[in-house]
T-cell receptor, first 109, second 118 residues
Framework: GQNIDQPTEMTATEGAIVQINCTYQTSGFNGLFWYQQHAGEAPTFLSYNVLDGLEEKGRFSSFLSRSKGYSYLLLKELQMKDSASYLCAAMDSNYQLIWGAGTKLIIKP | GAVVSQHPSRVICKSGTSVKIECRSLDFQATTMFWYRQFPKQSLMLMATSNEGSKATYEQGVEKDKFLINHASLTLSTLTVTSAHPEDSSFYIC??????????????FGPGTRLTVL
């Protein structure tokens, strides 16, 4: 079956760095997405990886290892507004997104 | 980027009534739209794929007679929750997948509709 695993909740300190891991199993693979979702809102796109390696975009970076079925989202210089759920989603061979349950990130001052 | 709108953003209804949720692509045509449901602290669950001009494709376990989907035009898909019950209370989100030739990361989401059934 198809499956996405990510931690349920993480806590970090303002100004610090946090890494959110995601492992996936899908029927075929057309890329790995990270979305940010604040409570009561729709997800917003953060990053997309389809090749192995690290993609950096400002304070956020995303890494992919296709052979390991593994990705992580790295958030640097954490701000209070980064408190949200972070959803990992893998796109299968039918271009459908398989979603993880999300990681709730709590930022403390 | 392209915009997807949903209406209403919030709706409260009595048990047994029907509720219609609209999903519109504002500046592009979408032959396919996805309807998701999200319960608190859970992931997005794909309910059905809406296809313009043909029947929707429902995921396993989703009652097609309860969740009616109509994709009447290239810019509008509607989800009607019929005879709603409190357990149908959830956050409903639509999305339009990448257009032909577009990058896969261009998945456009609507802002979501919060349904509360009393």
């Amino acid at each position: 079956g198809q499956n996405i695993d990510q931690p349920t909740e993480m806590t970090a300190t303002e100004g610090a760095i946090v890494q959110i891991n995601c492992t996936y199993q899908t029927s075929g693979f057309n890329g790995l997405f990270w979305y940010q979702q604040h409570a009561g809102e729709a997800p917003t796109f953060l990053s997309y990886n389809v090749l192995d390696g690290l993609e950096e975009k400002g304070r956020f970076s995303s890494f992919l290892s296709r052979s390991k079925g593994y990705s992580y989202l790295l958030l640097k210089e954490l701000q209070m507004k980064d408190s949200a759920s972070y959803l990992c989603a893998a796109m299968d061979s039918n271009y459908q997104l398989i979603w993880g349950a999300g990681t709730k990130l709590i930022i403390k001052p | 980027g392209a915009v997807v709108s949903q209406h209403p953003s919030r709706v409260i209804c009595k048990s047994g009534t029907s509720v219609k949720i609209e999903c519109r692509s504002l500046d592009f045509q979408a032959t396919t739209m996805f309807w998701y449901r999200q319960f608190p602290k859970q992931s997005l669950m794909l309910m059905a794929t809406s296809n313009e001009g043909s029947k929707a494709t429902y995921e396993q376990g989703v009652e097609k007679d309860k969740f009616l989907i109509n994709h009447a035009s290239l810019t509008l898909s509607t989800l009607t929750v019929t005879s709603a019950h409190p357990e149908d209370s959830s956050f409903y989100i639509c999305s339009a997948p990448p257009l032909a030739g577009a990058l896969p990361n261009e998945q456009f989401f609507g802002p979501g509709t919060r349904l509360t059934v009393l």
